[in-house]
């Protein structure tokens, strides 16, 4: 039974992405492009070469841990759309405390900017989840505006107070002892994505065998149960935010170490909502946003290629990813398109 | 016209059970026909195959000895068929009107528009033919459970239902509202309508039905049996197949000294009187019934006495201890809880029976260590209680939401028994649950009470109230004026205190 549903569990998503590439190469051939040609340049860019894994693998970094950002919060029901936000704070903080000297050895300084890049991401989501418990108010319409905020204020101050020489809006170079190692030369690739992995099997034993990830599953179930059970329901929504915005952070924190190396005003590929589509496409597993965002990390490598090698815009790949959200969010509709093929072997 | 409605030979296999097997039925027009079983046992099942919501893998259904295809509800209202679901699927923001009209709205001539003018008319004539005493154009939100139970009634008529299933439909009610609904159930039958009851309670079929249907693990164990030479206790052992003990009544004797006292209690809302200066003890070995009509401050109280409420004021002590704060602090003060609804505060339907055999006792250190979950002490204890309690499932790892509702109420009353309350606050234990769980879970209530527990019963369910206690004390209003000793009074008298009677002595 239970393997069964895992089974299901893996039909689904992987039902999905097919369906949503074969959509996009139906879209792209009533535009007259050649969708063949299309994946052809993707896979083999985003694949086909060391250079091209490495910088797939750059890519689904900070949407891994977005991905896991957003899910640790709906595991209690709260749906974070501030991750983007709690992504730019800690970045810019993170990008802020690799400036400062502290005469340490680079593991503690790299150390420093990660914590710090968590907590303030963490304060972030903290405060949303205040102002629910408080006043009640829902964290969708918060974590919106509040983006704005955070993003708008990071860029005016990398604009004007904290602005590094130079025409761009940008904060000073961070010390090479803040920045996360290579793994392989002449790429960007750190780090960070073994840092991203192990932060997801943490999560997956958090949320499977402490009692605090207990307590979130079942505040996110039932509320009344949890709080008949004597679990403080408000402490475990704050909890839950501060964890989400704290993952959050730590992935702009990584982000500056590895890649931007700055915070740069706007940096941002729309990290934040990606990880939405990555926790949706892993059904909220933590070892799934693993592959789910090497996936759509892939994907957005791939686009790049297809920028310089054909004519095909790369708005196809935002195609591809919302047809992925769009499926996977109408799970029914799979199962009974597989029902279909079901039946017919039946007959057969 | 329906005359009769055979079912013949249906079989309905989900991946793990056959739910049906190999039933054939019968209803006739113009009669009640009680269709029993515990719960699991196929009951709903069939009558769903009927209604068209399930389709059955083998089996012919004949009206009037013709052949008839149905494959979904559509086609089921149309053949004459209604049903009137467990759960109502009305609309609280509509009125009467506009909820039966649904999908049958009266057109005005060739028009788009809706005739709410004849729809009203329509409506009226019928609520008036049957008594149903409701308003056509009242809003379904301010009705009483009763009354939109009326409405979901009224449905079916409107569409043409000539042969009408209720699912367990006096599970809900008041014992007036039950007594409202079986005069309306015979005017139907008056009228020609053939009507199915589903039910577990065997004083209603009793009372109500024209003959009886046993189903037992999917199979017809009883098929059309006229109520002749039959009782409760004839009823019980066909649908459990064994043995049952109905009435378990209490064993007075060997009870110690008081030991939970609720002293000045009082609720306000909103400048209301919820709850008016309650208060009672109860001694060790004993247990106090609160018998009174929902509705009447017994939700209320029974938050107060598990720390989920704030009272205006109130002194609870258990033994020296006084007793307050938040619903862990009651927890830890060994005061177990059952709550009324065990769907909204008992359970967590989406997880599995392991995570919620642990529920509320996660914080002991037999279940954590250093903030991480002993998965081995749970899964033991767990497969322990399945076992103790013959909770049916395939294994631990399954979740609640897909147990029957005697074996999710049996998850809740064997995680509170297994953790040794001094003081058990049970409500409604057995609401929704079949003879055999109702006979195991009483047997439990009485099993703790030799053990010298203190325990208060708070039930709707009169009968099991007077059976259990030992003393009854009678709410109304938010007040106790009565609390009487189960000898010196009977379920007559205490009835008649529920709906504000006084004793005059």
Redesign the interface.
């Known amino acids: 039974?239970?393997k069964k549903n895992n089974l299901k569990n893996l039909i689904v998503p992987i039902f999905a992405l097919f369906l949503a590439l074969l959509v996009s190469a139906l879209i792209m051939l009533l535009s007259g492009y050649n969708p063949i040609t299309a994946y052809a340049v993707i896979f083999k860019g985003a694949l086909g070469s060391k250079t091209g894994i490495c910088n797939s693998l750059v890519q689904a970094t900070p949407l891994i841990f977005t991905g896991l950002a957003f899910m640790v919060a709906k595991k209690a029901t709260l749906i974070n759309l501030g991750v983007e936000g709690q992504l730019y704070v800690g970045a810019l903080v993170g990008a802020l405390v690799g400036t400062v000297d502290f005469h340490v050895p680079f593991i503690i300084h790299i150390l420093l900017v990660m914590i710090s890049g968590m907590i303030a991401g963490g304060l972030a989501g903290l405060f949303i989840g205040w102002l629910k418990v408080r006043f009640g108010s829902n964290e969708v319409i918060t974590t919106m505006m509040t983006n704005f905020i955070i993003i708008n204020f990071t860029s005016y101050l990398v604009t004007y107070p904290l602005k590094a020489e130079g025409p761009t809006a940008q904060s000073e170079r961070m010390l090479p002892t803040a920045l996360l190692p290579k793994l392989f030369a002449k790429t960007q690739l750190t780090w960070g994505i073994i840092i991203v992995v192990v932060i997801a099997i943490l999560i997956k034993i958090f949320i499977d065998?402490?009692?605090?990830g207990?307590?979130i599953?079942?505040v996110g179930?039932?509320k009344?149960?949890?709080?008949?059970?004597?679990?403080?329901v408000g402490h475990v929504i704050l909890f839950s935010m501060f964890l989400s915005g704290a993952i959050a952070g730590l992935g702009g924190a990584v982000q500056v170490m590895s890649v931007n190396r700055r915070f740069i005003a706007g940096f941002s590929a729309d990290y934040g909502f990606g990880g939405i589509s990555v926790a949706a496409l892993a059904n909220d597993s933590a070892l799934g946003i693993i592959i789910s965002g090497f996936i759509f990390g892939l994907l957005r490598n791939g686009a790049k290629y297809l920028n310089m090698t054909s004519r095909i815009p790369t708005e196809f790949v935002s195609v591809v990813q919302a047809l992925v959200v769009l499926f996977v969010a109408a799970p029914l509709m799979i199962e009974k398109i597989l029902n279909i093929f079901k039946k017919k072997k039946e007959i057969k | 016209m329906i005359r009769t409605i055979e079912m013949k030979n249906i079989i309905k296999q989900f991946p793990l059970v056959r739910a049906v097997d190999n039933v054939s039925f019968m209803i006739k027009a113009g009669e009640i026909h009680s269709l029993l079983g515990e719960n699991g046992a196929g009951k709903t099942c069939l009558m769903k195959i009927l209604y068209g919501m399930l389709n059955s893998e083998k089996g012919t259904i004949k009206i009037n000895g013709k052949v008839v295809q149905i494959k979904n509800p559509k086609m089921a209202i149309d053949l004459g068929i209604g049903m009137v679901h467990q759960h109502f699927m009305l609309t609280p923001v509509m009125t009467i009107t506009e909820n039966i009209i649904v999908n049958n709205e009266p057109l005005y001539k060739k028009g788009l528009f809706v005739d709410y003018t004849r729809a009203r008319k329509q409506v009226q004539e019928l609520i008036d033919k049957y008594n149903f005493n409701i308003d056509a154009n009242a809003y379904v939100k301010d009705l009483s459970v009763g009354e939109q139970q009326r409405v979901e009634i009224l449905k079916a008529i409107y569409r043409g239902a000539k042969i009408l299933i209720l699912d367990e439909p006096t599970a809900v009610l008041t014992p007036q509202e039950v007594g409202e609904l079986f005069t309306i159930m015979r005017q139907l039958k008056e009228a020609g309508t053939g009507i199915v009851i589903i039910t577990h309670k065997l004083k209603e079929t009793l009372e109500i039905a024209d003959c009886i249907s046993v189903l037992r693990d999917g199979k017809m164990i009883r098929h059309r049996e006229t109520l002749e030479n039959l009782n409760e206790k004839i009823l019980a052992e066909m649908m459990v197949g064994r043995e049952v003990e109905l009435n378990i009544r209490a064993d007075e004797s060997n009870m110690g000294e008081p030991y939970f006292f609720v002293n000045n209690c009082n609720l306000k809302n909103d400048g209301r009187d919820i709850l008016t200066d309650i208060n009672f003890e109860i001694r060790k070995g004993e247990i106090l019934g609160i018998a009174g009509i929902e509705g009447n401050g017994q939700t209320e109280l029974i938050e107060i006495l598990t720390g989920l409420r704030k009272a205006t004021s109130i002194k609870i002590m258990k033994g020296e201890i006084e007793i307050k704060g938040q619903s862990s602090d009651f927890l830890r003060a060994k005061i177990g809880h059952i709550p009324e609804d065990r769907l909204d505060r008992g359970l967590i339907a989406q997880m599995t029976i392991e995570e919620n055999f642990i529920l509320g006792y996660h914080n002991l250190s037999q279940y954590v260590k250093h903030g991480f979950l002993n998965l081995k002490n749970s899964k033991e204890n767990t497969l322990k209680a399945i076992r103790a309690y013959k909770i049916k499932t395939p294994n631990e790892k399954e979740v609640v939401s897909s147990l029957s509702g005697g074996n999710q109420q049996k998850v809740v009353v064997a995680r509170v028994v297994s953790q040794n309350p001094d003081v058990l606050i049970v409500a409604q234990p057995t609401r929704g649950v079949d003879v055999g769980a109702m006979e195991y879970i009483h047997k439990q209530i009485l099993k703790l009470k030799k053990e010298h527990k203190t325990i208060l019963l708070i039930s709707a369910d009169l009968e099991e109230v007077y059976d259990l206690s030992d003393r009854i004390a009678v709410i109304y209003n938010g007040k106790i004026n009565y609390i009487l000793d189960k000898n010196k009074t009977n379920q007559l008298e205490l009835g008649l205190l529920m709906t504000g009677g006084t004793l005059n002595d």
């Open positions: 039974m239970i065998k402490t009692k605090m207990y307590e599953k079942a179930h039932n009344r149960a949890a709080q008949t059970a004597g679990i403080k």
